[in-house]
Structure formats: structure tokens, C-alpha cells
């Protein structure tokens, strides 16, 4: 990021060529003018919006009531709507500054608000203002537990998005149609190989 990596040796490089993975999660690149803005309200939470986000940056997660009792003032959730997540809450987040601003989230949402058609679930909102506070609910919603697998059905696209994803951040060009589907592998299969 310093823009140094001519002046380093190769003796710094690992011997076997391998480097940590994850690392991604740490350059918060900022880059995106306007992120995606969950309208709860309109949701229908099918997770289209997550399967579609290339950089992984909009998550949904299912967790019980009890575990909000401390969420920031801003963070958004509902009752989840799926019959198998009964009395749970859903909370779709964003991470600000990882977030390009491809606007894929808003493509593909399905769900239009029936007042003002020209909004849907998810909708584009300029990010200077939201930043402080859409980090804050990133954070949290982090340390929220991840739903256990067992309860998930990875057949339904709706209940597969919860499942963490283990690429993400990845630094490709807004919209790339590639890491989506390196993401999914990861949800679903996980870290086995």
C-alpha cells in the first residue's frame, strides 16, 4: 500500500511461497462514493444482494433477539421471515470501506418499495455521512456468532448467504463477475478443499 514493494529482497518472501490468508479484511480501501443502504422495511430477505456482492461486503446474519441488546443505535434488523428461523433476527450490513460502489446489490434486488417504486430494499446513498456510523454497526455485527451450520439449508439461496464467507475484500475491479463465485465455493464448502 506504500507503494514500497520494488524495494523489498526476495530473501523477505516466504521460502515455500505461501503468504497468511485473510489479510484483505485489514486495507480498508475507501474508495466507494456511495454504498448500498438496507430499507429493512421493503426486504424480502431472498440474499440475492449478498450472493451477488463480489467483494463480500453486504451480509446477512441470523442471530437471537438477545444478542442486540448492545447493537449500536443504528444498526437495522427484523424478524427473520423464513419458517425455519422462527423468533430469530435478520440484520443485513455493509462494510463502508470496503464497499466499491458497484451498485450490483441494487440490480439484483428484487423487492421494490410499494409507495415509491423507484426504490427498492437496497438503495445507494452517498457514504461520507454514513461511514462513522455504518462501521460502528460493521464491528458489531462481526462479533455477532456466525448461525451454525446445521441449521442452515444450502440448497436455498436465502438461508446459504449467512454462511461466512472465507474470500472476501478481494480487491477485484468493481462489478467482476469472477469472485462472486469464489465466494459461494467458500460459503459452501468451506475451508476444505
Not at 520494488?6 to 484483505?24: H, K, R
Request: with cysteine.
Amino acid at each position: 500500500m506504500a507503494n514500497k514493494g520494488d524495494n523489498l529482497p526476495v530473501s523477505a518472501m516466504p521460502i515455500d511461497g505461501t503468504f497468511p490468508t485473510g489479510t484483505a479484511q485489514w486495507e480498508k480501501r475507501n474508495l466507494a462514493q456511495e454504498i448500498p443502504v438496507w430499507d429493512q422495511a421493503v426486504c424480502i430477505q431472498c440474499g440475492k444482494c449478498a450472493m451477488v456482492c463480489p467483494h463480500a461486503v453486504i451480509r446477512p446474519k441470523v442471530v437471537e433477539p438477545a444478542l442486540l441488546a448492545n447493537a449500536p443505535a443504528t444498526l437495522k434488523s427484523r424478524d427473520a421471515i423464513d419458517r425455519d428461523w422462527k423468533g430469530l433476527k435478520y440484520i443485513l450490513q455493509v462494510s463502508p470501506e470496503d464497499c466499491t460502489g458497484c451498485g450490483l446489490c441494487v440490480e439484483i434486488c428484487p423487492a421494490k418499495n410499494k409507495t415509491e417504486t423507484r426504490f427498492k430494499a437496497i438503495n445507494m446513498k452517498p457514504q461520507p455521512p454514513l461511514r462513522e456510523s455504518e462501521r460502528e454497526n460493521w464491528n458489531f455485527f462481526l462479533s455477532l456468532p456466525d448461525l451454525d451450520r446445521r441449521k442452515i439449508n444450502a440448497t436455498k439461496i436465502n438461508q446459504q448467504q449467512v454462511q461466512r464467507p472465507l474470500f472476501e475484500f478481494s480487491g477485484a475491479c468493481s462489478g467482476c463477475g469472477e469472485t462472486p463465485y469464489v465466494k459461494l465455493l467458500s460459503q459452501l464448502y468451506g475451508d476444505r478443499r
